[in-house]
Every structure is written in structure tokens, then in C-alpha cells.
């Protein structure tokens, strides 16, 4: 079974029309910068001490800059256009990570089709979130075909409605504004002929700076003239949250500074806060955490796939579920921060789940 894997990467290009490729540069200034050392990021990453010099001399004059500085006490640092490209490179990535996932695994079913006795792809359309990653990279691994698209929480559920999907991926938070994000799903979803499956439990909150050098205490600062936001695109289930939360607290979403900036993934919007473009966000806990920000907690929320009763029994429905259910899937669940497993697998049925309590 053929594997495909879809990367970001950032090439510089000469006025000579070379290129030179930042791949093997980056993993090495990502070292240096935890280590201290280019002796030991040069041996973490299998180099010799002569090798990694090269490699960071060839592109400092590609770039026309150093890298690298020395500083007393420190040992080697990133210079501030070493941080740059690091970020750079971070940025890049998980700005487009989402779609390359789903590309990748759209490629690879394609040419599976090819190479292999025909199988019944679990098509999968979510919004997009950790624990959905988790569960493509177990069906991978599991050698289940799986063909990803990530889309808006109302895309993904309206696609199954179409029955364009198996699985649509949506999240509604606990507290008083399930209701009024639960309308938006219950046009498309059929108490008779469709289930919810519980993937997750999860937070969302504001993602920071580190030792948040804003000050900001809550949504409520978001309305201040100092303070850059930057947002996830009309349609997401997390824009629908946000746009209710601001206005439980006074703030008129349309005053907010940077609002009409979007991003299409948690991961992007932290990337974008940890850059410095912006100096707030909204969205997952791990995303916070894998870029060094603070992460302020706002609500908690259920994450559902909603699918066919008919279809539960049979693949590919019936392993995904079993899987779902596996001691191996919650506990790599459990490893992201903020999300809670427990109930992972559990079928609700629809009216139960739109409507469940916040307790």
C-alpha cells in the first residue's frame, strides 16, 4: 500500500537563478536553538561538525546574513534572521498542514486504486482538530484507506447530508451557546437516519505570548485599539463560537482589531500568533503549546462525527468505531493537552448530542 506524504518547504533563490533548498538547514537551526551547540545539533541530526558549518555558511550567503551568533556564557544562538527562518519554516508548515494531509491522502487513495484490490475509503469531511489527525494516522497505520478533506463544521455535516461522506466532523461547546450552534447543524442531520460518534472532549481559549505581554484577561480585551487579532474563516465552528462568546461580553466582533484576518487551522493561527503577526488567537490547547504560547482557557466543547445508522455495521463504519474504542487511540488522545477521551467511540443519538447538558 503506497504511503503519500505532502511537505512545506522553503527555498531561497539566488539573483543567479539557483536554488537552494532550506529543508536540511532548518531541522539544524531548530537544534541549535534547543541545544545551544552546533556540535551537538550537528550529531543529533548524523552530521559531522564540519558538514553542519557548511551547510549553515551556504545558505548565510545565500541569504546575505548570519544565522548563527556566539554569545558569552550561551554558547551558539540563533541569530535574530536565524529566528526568522525558523519561524519561517514553522509558519509555512502549519499554515498548510491541514490541506496537505488531506492532499496527500487523496493522492495516495488514487494511486492505491491502482495497485490494490478495490477497498471502501473511509471518507471523512471535518473541521479541523488533533484528534481528527490522530485518527487518520491510526486508519493509515492500520493500513485503512482514508480520504480526508478538511472543511467548515456546517461543509463537513451538510457533504454527509448529500451523502458525500461517511464521517462529518463538527464540535459543539458545553455551556449557553450549544443551542444556538446546534441550529446550524440541525438542518442537515436526521434523528432517524443519522448517529453521532463522540470523538473528544476539548478546550478552546485565547492563545498568547509567552507570559502573555499583553496583559489580557479575557475576551473583553480583545476590543482594545493595542491588541492584533487574528481569526479562523467565516463558517468554522470556532468563528460561530467566538462571534457568540464576544458578544456575551460586550464586544462587537466588527470593532475587533484584525478580525477579518483568517486562517483555515488552530495550528496556522498559533503559528501566526508565535511569529509576532498578531498577538492574539483563538483555538485548541495544543496548538498553543507546540508553538510556546500562554493559553488561556475559554470553554470546553464535544467533538462528534455524525454518520448513516445504516452504514455502523459494516466497514468501513464498523472499524472505524472499533477503533475509536481501542486502549491505543484514547491513549494518544490523552497525550494532547486539553482533550479528554473517555467517551471516545460512544454513539449519541442526534437530538441527545445537539442538546446535551454543560454539566
Avoid at 498542514?97 to 471523512?124: C, K, T, Y
Avoid at 488567537?281 to 498553543?288: D, L, M, N, S
Wanted: hydrophobic share 45%.
Amino acid at each position: 500500500m503506497v504511503r503519500i506524504e505532502c511537505q512545506a518547504q522553503l527555498v531561497v533563490k539566488g539573483a543567479d537563478g539557483r536554488e537552494s533548498s532550506l529543508s536540511d538547514v532548518v531541522p539544524l537551526l531548530a537544534l541549535v536553538d534547543e541545544s545551544g551547540s552546533i556540535a551537538q545539533a550537528a550529531q543529533l541530526k548524523g552530521l559531522s561538525y564540519r558538514h553542519a558549518w557548511g551547510l549553515l555558511r551556504s545558505i548565510e550567503e545565500r541569504l546575505g546574513g548570519p544565522l548563527i551568533a556566539k554569545e558569552r556564557g550561551r554558547g551558539s544562538v540563533l541569530s535574530e534572521l536565524g529566528q526568522a527562518v525558523l519561524r519561517a519554516q514553522r509558519l509555512c508548515g502549519e499554515r498548510l498542514d491541514g490541506n496537505m494531509q488531506a492532499l496527500a491522502s487523496e493522492v495516495a487513495s488514487d494511486l492505491n486504486r491502482w495497485l490494490a484490490p478495490p477497498a471502501d475509503d473511509v471518507r471523512i469531511h471535518a473541521s479541523h482538530g488533533y484528534a481528527v489527525a490522530a485518527l487518520v494516522t491510526a486508519l493509515v497505520a492500520n493500513d485503512l484507506p482514508v480520504d480526508i478533506k478538511y472543511r467548515d463544521s456546517a461543509d463537513a455535516v451538510s457533504a454527509l447530508a448529500r451523502g458525500e461522506c461517511d464521517l462529518a466532523g463538527f464540535h459543539l461547546p458545553l455551556g449557553p451557546f450549544r443551542a444556538a450552534c446546534a441550529d446550524t447543524y440541525r438542518r442537515w442531520l436526521d434523528p432517524q437516519r443519522h448517529v453521532l460518534v463522540h470523538l473528544t472532549r476539548r478546550k478552546q481559549g485565547l492563545f498568547l505570548g509567552k507570559n502573555n505581554p499583553k496583559r489580557i484577561s479575557g475576551l473583553g480585551d480583545l476590543a482594545r485599539d493595542d491588541i492584533r487579532f487574528v481569526n479562523r474563516q467565516p463558517g468554522s465552528g470556532t468563528r460561530m463560537l467566538l462571534d457568540l462568546a464576544l458578544r456575551q461580553v460586550g464586544v462587537d466582533p466588527d470593532r475587533v482589531n484584525g478580525y477579518a484576518s483568517t486562517e483555515l487551522t488552530h495550528s496556522a493561527i498559533a503559528a501566526f500568533v508565535a511569529s509576532g503577526m498578531a498577538d492574539v488567537g483563538f483555538g485548541v490547547e495544543p496548538a498553543a503549546h507546540h508553538f510556546g504560547l500562554d493559553f488561556m482557557p475559554i470553554v470546553d466543547e464535544d467533538y462528534y462525527f455524525a454518520c448513516d445508522r445504516a452504514h455502523l455495521e459494516r466497514a468501513p463504519l464498523s472499524t472505524v468505531i472499533g477503533l475509536l474504542r481501542g486502549n491505543a487511540f484514547h491513549d494518544s488522545v490523552a497525550l494532547l493537552e486539553g482533550y479528554d477521551p473517555r467517551d471516545c467511540g460512544r454513539l449519541v443519538d442526534v437530538e441527545a448530542g445537539l442538546g446535551e447538558a454543560a454539566a
